[in-house]
């Protein structure tokens, strides 16, 4: 790869993401939300590596393929959820690779395109489907009781007034179909009310919603269980996340990977069990003044990386209960 070609484009913490990963000549990297290929231009220029870039909208994939042409044969792009990494990785013929990044949520790509309904700033059709296909977001504002909208907005989205919001939808859906992000976003500010240089009214909505219609929490308590899988001893983690709800899961399956548990006196049977990773950032790492003014996305963006042991992988963990797509959409 030439290495004076820049990125296309410059990832939220893209430098410390790619520190922490430590690439090393010879080894395999799979960059598990491909975007825009910043992450995977840094890889490949680093060192001598090979990357997997996996992605389940077909819009970045297309858009990578003069990166593939310039990796010379370095990167194979897949499209598919970063769910499936250890599936993906397994097609491909990868018994185990060196480290695994992910930046987990909505693509600035994703986010400058009216045509996606990803944002409320800007109008489109309100899809928010990051693989373009399946159930949008429409579909589930149209279809979905006003007690699952409210839960959706209430746990995705952290909006305080979800009840109120729901009860505004379902209202408004009684006069005409809500098929735009302006008249959702119209329908939410009507409800929540912002005060000055707060984020706007219909922004916990959206999240929800994009949140709940992609699965992202699922998906991304699946894809740390698929890294703890195919990670190496040694192998590095590395996941950037970008609001409480994420950095949770993150934290969370990293201090429960991190722990030695098992065996007691009382049930000296049971087998001890050894910490799958050693975690790296005792803190979260955070953006510097400059890159957030630069870019004000930044802002929320925290970064958490682990190191593989050489124990076996965990058990899954069970799937929190909270409401899932199809059984919404099923009336269930």
């Known amino acids: 790869m030439n290495e004076r070609q820049p990125p296309r484009h410059i990832p939220v913490l893209g430098r410390e993401a790619v520190d922490w990963l430590a690439p090393r000549d ?15 231009s840094a890889i490949l ?24 042409d310039r990796a010379e044969g370095r990167l194979t792009l897949v499209e598919d959820r970063f769910s499936n990494l250890a599936e993906v990785c397994a097609a491909q013929g990868i018994a185990a690779v060196d480290g695994v990044v992910m930046d987990v949520g909505v693509s600035s790509m994703q986010l400058d395109g009216a045509e996606r309904g990803f944002s409320f700033r800007l109008d489109g059709p309100l899809d928010m489907r990051m693989s373009q296909h399946g159930v949008s977001a429409a579909d589930v504002v149209a279809a979905a009781s006003e007690t699952d909208l409210a839960n959706i907005i209430y746990i995705f989205g952290e909006e305080r007034r979800s009840r109120s919001v729901a009860r505004a939808i379902v209202a408004a859906r009684r006069e005409a179909p809500i098929t735009t992000t302006r008249a959702l976003a119209d329908i939410v500010a ?5 005060k000055p240089n707060e984020i706007h009214p219909a922004t916990r909505t959206f999240q929800a919603l994009r949140i709940f219609v992609n699965e992202e929490l699922d998906e991304l308590h699946q894809a740390l269980a698929g890294a703890e899988r195919v990670l190496k001893p040694g192998g590095r983690l590395v996941v950037v996340s970008f609001h409480s709800l994420e950095d949770r899961i993150v934290k969370n399956f990293l201090v429960e990977r991190a722990k030695s548990g098992g065996g007691s006196r009382h049930l000296p049977e049971v087998a001890h069990k050894a910490p799958s990773f050693d975690i790296l950032t005792k803190r979260p790492v955070t953006a510097g003044d400059d890159e957030v003014a630069a870019n004000p996305r930044a802002r929320s963006a925290k970064l958490r990386a ?27």
Do not use: H, N
């Open 26 to 40: 010879g080894g395999i990297y799979i960059d598990a939300t491909f975007g825009a290929g910043g992450y995977t």
């Open 190 to 194: 009507k409800v929540v009310r912002a």
């Open 306 to 332: 682990a190191a593989r042991t050489d124990a076996p992988a965990l058990a899954e963990s069970e799937l929190p209960a909270w409401p899932r797509l199809a059984s919404v959409m099923r009336g269930g």
């Open 45 to 68: 220029s680093a060192a001598d590596t090979r990357v997997i870039g996996i992605d389940r909208d077909r819009t970045a994939i297309a858009a990578g393929f003069d990166l593939v």
